[in-house]
T-cell receptor, first 113, second 112 residues
Framework: AQSVTQPDIHITVSEGASLELRCNYS??????LFWYVQSPGQGLQLLLK??????LVQGIKGFEAEFKRSQSSFNLRKPSVHWSDAAEYFCAVGAENGNQFYFGTGTSLTVIP | KAGVTQTPRYLIKTRGQQVTLSCSPI?????VSWYQQTPGQGLQFLFE???????NKGNFPGRFSGRQFSNSRSEMNVSTLELGDSALYLCASSPRVGYGYTFGSGTRLTVV
């Protein structure tokens, strides 16, 4: 069965520090992988997506993610965090025929000055 | 380009009532999905529509239903509301399969 695990419920980083949010997935075929961000009271905004090709994908707001098939992981990274990055981050996996996503439980990011 | 629009933003209903939520996708997007978000269960898939046809349905009781119109606008209906239906309901649209969804800001439903 398809599933997504985000092992870190909550992460706190200092502004300017680097960030890595972990995501592991379970999926039997070629996955479509996504990272979304959600600010309080808002919907989800797509940060980046991986369908195929280069395993390092660049997204908006300076985020990137690396697909590692051998580790079934799709970790999100940012070299220098800004206070405005504080939000909830969700990893999702979709089928190749793509009309249903499975979301992780999310990682809440706090940024301290 | 307008985003995904969900109405209303907030709703308070009483147990046993029914409710209809509306979603207008991005122009040109034909796939519309609905998700329920709660603190306990996270984001759970409700259903997905493409060209007025429901293609996939999540594991929710029959009280949850939806439809899509010829202009791609979608509605979801919940009948006989229960306290546990209190959640943020998110609609998302996509131009094609697997492309990635653009989400609306959601409808916050509170059942009292």
């Amino acid at each position: 069965a398809q599933s997504v695990t985000q092992p870190d419920i909550h992460i706190t980083v200092s502004e300017g520090a680097s960030l890595e949010l972990r995501c592991n997935y379970s999926y039997g075929a070629t996955p479509y992988l996504f990272w979304y961000v959600q600010s309080p009271g808002q919907g989800l905004q797509l940060l980046l997506k991986y369908f195929s090709g280069d395993t390092l994908v660049q997204g908006i707001k300076g985020f990137e993610a690396e697909f590692k098939r051998s580790q079934s992981s799709f970790n999100l990274r940012k070299p220098s965090v800004h206070w405005s990055d504080a939000a909830e981050y969700f990893c999702a996996v979709g089928a190749e025929n793509g009309n249903q996503f499975y979301f992780g439980t999310g990682t809440s990011l706090t940024v301290i000055p | 380009k307008a985003g995904v629009t969900q109405t209303p933003r907030y709703l308070i209903k009483t147990r046993g009532q029914q409710v209809t939520l509306s979603c207008s996708p991005i122009s040109g997007h034909r796939s519309v999905s609905w998700y329920q978000q709660t603190p306990g269960q996270g984001l759970q898939f409700l259903f997905e529509y493409f060209s007025e046809t429901q293609r996939n349905k999540g594991n929710f009781p029959g009280r949850f239903s939806g439809r899509q119109f010829s202009n791609s606008r979608s509605e979801m209906n919940v009948s006989t509301l229960e306290l546990g239906d209190s959640a943020l309901y998110l609609c998302a649209s996509s131009p094609r399969v697997g492309y990635g969804y653009t989400f609306g800001s959601g409808t916050r439903l509170t059942v009292v």
